[in-house]
């Protein structure tokens, strides 16, 4: 008994000291990006086409490039997402089909992301015809996050108290109408996490996009989603390892631009999710 | 008039046996109270009646049920609900404003005209003595509202969608001795144009509003009778130590 209080304190210690030592890499990750990034970033940075091989002028195309294939990731991937999730958290019985969807989506969450890449690459680009293009890259993509989005809004959904369901019904509302005005509309901060997490997925992966739309250098903007175009992370890892000569501080300050935007979609939707909390009413 | 008849009424959720072999009938305009311990069935009798117990996975059910003279099952299930009410254990109201609360199901039967909703919303609410608390916030969460008030919410919004019966799953269990006054009071003024079924763990109150009064035991019902005459004479003994405290 005398030693319990001494014990206590030790473990405490260790669990604090765990806890402290994830806050490290993220901290140390933030500094050194923006210490070394910032000095790349300026007007020109942001808004000019690569020049010199990729050794100066800006990053323009990227960043657009990022943007449309996020959006179109997510366009694809949400409405399929959501309409899955409210499947199978508010229809599905428990049986075998039903079994080997879910078993199916936990699956699609553990293939590798340049798996994802092969794929979009034989099924998109090259059965589809679509070609090395945005709509390729962006539907490779929408694959890739739809488990997380799935996932997410499942448990959303499912994190509805059920009394408010049966009050619904009671009332002599339908299954319908009850998912539509009742569980939905309560649901929506969770499918924005899930969103979130997609969209921070969906813009910094590398793989998926290498064969299905990521150009290797493309001083231009992408005239209609048919065309290819070059992304963030591609082009960190192009300026990185496949360009010499490049200036440490144009490599840091992609990644800066890259961590900036996917902190920023994820603010976006942070703010949206607060103020459908602040509405919500119990 | 008879409202429901249950003819050698089983159910069961998965193994579970819940009711069995139930023969009862409902009145029109009377208040049934059903009471029993807990586990006795009495409030998987009451879901019966507008077939909430569907929702129950490993739900089954056999023998008769009718309401109105019309088999329960072949009922359309969203019109048997609106036409039987029902007012749950805890107060439950909607995340919505009170108004919205009480005119959800309005809505949901298709009505749109504003000033006829709001028409709807002010009876129902007077018919639960809540109006003239509320009358000047209708458009407050109805979450602000006391456990009292949450709970004639929920009595208005059943009634604003007219039904014809009305099931009550121990509505004042979580409600002081005031509030559960006061829904009573409702309850009795509301027998003259609704049939009433009250499930309760409140033996007194069983004694106070209902006309007559069944005692389930174990999913079995033991006895129905005159009010007066299950607190007075009950015929089965264990109908007499259940009321008179001696288990439950």
Known sequence: MRNTKGVQKIAFFFLFLATLLIVVPVGLIVVIIIQKGLPAINWQFLSDIPRQGMRAGGIFPAIIGTFYLVLGAIIFALPIGLLAAIYLSEYAKDNVLNRIIKLAIVNLSGVPSVVYGLFGLALFVVFLKFGASILSGSLTLGIMILPIIITTSREALESVPQSFREVSLSLGASKWQTIRHIVLPNAIPGILTGTILGLGRAAGETAPILFTVAAFYLPQLPKSIFDQAMALPYHLYVISTQVPNVDEKIRYGTALVLLSLVLFMNLVAIIIRYNFRKKKKW | ?248
């Open chain 2, 1 to 248: 008039m008879v409202k429901f008849t249950a003819r050698n009424l089983n159910i069961w959720f998965g193994q579970i046996h819940a009711l069995k072999n139930v023969n009862i009938e409902v009145e029109a305009n009377e208040i049934l109270s059903v009471i029993g311990p807990s586990n006795s069935g009495k409030t998987s009798f009451l879901r019966m009646l507008n077939r909430l117990n569907d929702l129950n996975p490993g739900f089954k059910m056999n023998g008769e049920l009718e309401f109105d003279k019309e088999e329960i099952r072949k009922i359309d299930v969203e019109i048997l609900r609106k036409r039987v009410g029902m007012v749950f254990a805890l107060p439950l109201p909607l995340p919505l404003s009170i108004l919205e609360n009480v005119a959800y199901g309005v809505r949901m039967h298709g009505e749109k005209d504003r000033n006829r909703i709001s028409e709807i919303v002010e009876r129902s609410l007077k018919q639960a003595y809540l109006w003239d608390e509320v009358k000047d916030r209708l458009n407050v969460s109805a979450f602000k509202l006391s456990g009292g008030q949450q709970q004639r919410l929920c009595i208005a919004r059943t009634l604003a969608v007219e039904p014809e019966v009305i099931l009550f799953d121990e509505p004042c269990s979580g409600l002081d001795p005031i509030s559960t006054a006061k829904v009573e009071e409702a309850m009795l003024k509301l027998k003259k144009d609704y049939t009433i079924v009250l499930v309760t763990n409140n033996v007194k109150q069983a004694a106070r509003v209902g006309d007559r009064t069944a005692f389930f035991l174990s999913g079995e019902l033991v006895e129905l009778d005159r009010t007066e005459k299950i607190f007075t004479a009950p015929s089965d003994t264990r109908t007499d130590g259940y009321i008179r405290g001696k288990f439950g």
